[in-house]
């Protein structure tokens, strides 16, 4: 059972573009999609990680928008970073999942219970990994990864919104 859903930004959340304007402003596009999948990790009480390579105000900002449990920018080493999220909450390496794109996630990508890559993900990562969504980074793919990880309580979660007026 997965009890912590860890993911890479760049490349997942984003088609992995990075705009600049003339005064040196960064711009990235997010799916407004993916947020659902925070949204059913956090029904169902399992926290949600973001482990990133890049230090952005956007990445924090989207990041406090959705109330991600645990923010970690400037990372290069995942699999520590990842780890000591793990041993503060006592889990296994089984009780993790992750979704990257890319060679930085890759040692960690072998390291946790369940490894997803989006469909534009390069060949021989995805050879490495259990799942392969069919959304490219910045298109839903988080939310494909958490639907596929929730899927025997995902039309529980969908009829819980039923309730909503």
Same mark, same amino acid.
């Given at each position: ?5 860890? /993911? +890479?930004?760049? %490349?997942?959340? /984003? ?10 402003? !960064?711009?990235?596009?997010?799916? /407004?999609?993916?947020?659902? %999948?925070? &949204? ?10 973001? #482990?990133? @390579? !890049? ?10 928008? &959705? ?10 080493? =995942? ?5 000591? #999220?793990?041993? =503060? $909450? ?9 979704? @990257? +794109? ?6 960690? $990508?072998?390291?946790? @219970? ?23 980074? %910045? !298109? %839903? ?5 958490? !639907? *596929? $990880? ?8 969908? *009829? ?6």
């Amino acid at each position: 059972m997965i009890k912590l859903v860890l /993911t +890479d930004i760049d %490349g997942v959340w /984003t088609d992995g573009g990075m705009f600049y304007d003339q005064t040196g402003n !960064e711009w990235k596009k997010f799916n /407004t999609s993916d947020s659902a %999948g925070v &949204l059913f990790c956090h029904r169902l009480g399992i926290p949600v990680g973001i #482990i990133t @390579g !890049e230090n952005t105000a956007i990445v924090r900002r989207r990041a406090e928008k &959705l109330g991600i449990d645990y923010l970690r920018q400037g990372i290069v080493d =995942k699999v520590s970073e990842a780890n000591s #999220i793990r041993l =503060k $909450l006592g889990l296994d390496w089984e009780e993790v999942a992750y979704i @990257g +794109d890319d060679l930085t996630d890759l040692a960690l $990508l072998k390291k946790v @219970g369940v490894a997803y890559v989006p469909a534009n993900a390069p060949d021989y990562i995805k050879q490495m990994v259990q799942g392969v969504t069919q959304k490219a980074g %910045g !298109e %839903g793919a988080f939310r494909e990864f958490v !639907e *596929a $990880l929730l899927r025997p309580k995902l039309n529980e979660l969908v *009829a819980s919104y039923l309730h909503y007026s």
